[in-house]
T-cell receptor, first 117, second 115 residues
């Protein structure tokens, strides 16, 4: 089955530690995205990548970093510079890129819940 | 930038009734609007897309309307079932020219269907 896999489901870290969240897709999608979801708030875009070896900051990129070395993988690192890292993180992909089927839906993984204490 | 308003209070309805959820946006009229369903602890799942030149879109028990004058989309579930209980999110293009297929999401409305 094609889809997006995020791992792990739950992640616990101590304050001051960097942590990397995994996202892998086998949908052959060009575009990939990272969103953060907090209770009562809409999804907020952290980073997105329209093609391999290229990525752009979203609305709340501070304290996060990404890489896109392979089409199927888009890992997110939450650094110690992120002031409020505890959240539910969602990875998504779409056929993309811009100018193509730009109204194509997003396919989401089932998220990683990160707790930093 | 676009702002989306969805009722943050949960909608409680009886099984068999029609559920109606509202999505209001504040700025430019988007080229399209999408609706997603999200279950607790899971990622959103795409349900329907409606374009600006479409007044209504249907899929099985789901119906979406799009009123660019009112800047509003309504999402209906007819003959609702307890299995329809979830949070429903609407999403619009983040920019006027829709570059990058980036979406702005509303906070979602939680629907509870009681048997």
């Amino acid at each position: 089955d094609g889809g997006i896999t995020q791992s792990p489901k739950y992640l616990f870290r101590k304050e001051g530690q960097n942590v990397t969240l995994s996202c892998e897709q086998n949908l052959n999608h060009d575009a990939m995205y990272w969103y953060r979801q907090d209770p009562g708030q809409g999804l907020r875009l952290i980073y997105y990548s329209q093609i391999v070896n290229d990525f752009q900051k979203g609305d709340i990129a501070e304290g996060y970093s990404v890489s896109r070395e392979k089409k199927e993988s888009f890992p997110l690192t939450v650094t110690s510079a992120q002031k409020n890292p505890t959240a539910f993180y969602l990875c998504a992909s779409s056929i993309g890129p811009a100018g193509g089927l730009s109204n194509s839906p997003l396919h989401f993984g089932n998220g990683t819940r990160l707790t930093v204490t | 930038s676009q702002k989306i308003e969805q009722n943050s209070e949960a909608l409680n309805i009886q099984e068999g009734k029609t559920a109606t959820l509202t999505c209001n946006y504040t700025n430019y009229s988007p080229a399209y609007l999408q609706w997603y369903r999200q279950d607790p602890g899971r990622g959103p799942v795409f349900l329907l897309l409606i374009r600006e030149n479409e007044k209504e879109k249907r899929k099985e028990r789901l119906k979406v309307t799009f009123d660019t004058t009112l800047k509003q989309s309504l999402f209906h579930i007819t003959a609702s079932q307890p299995a329809d209980s979830a949070t429903y999110l609407c999403a619009l293009p983040a920019s006027l020219n829709n570059a990058g297929n980036m979406l702005t999401f509303g906070g979602g409305t939680r629907l509870m269907v009681k048997p």
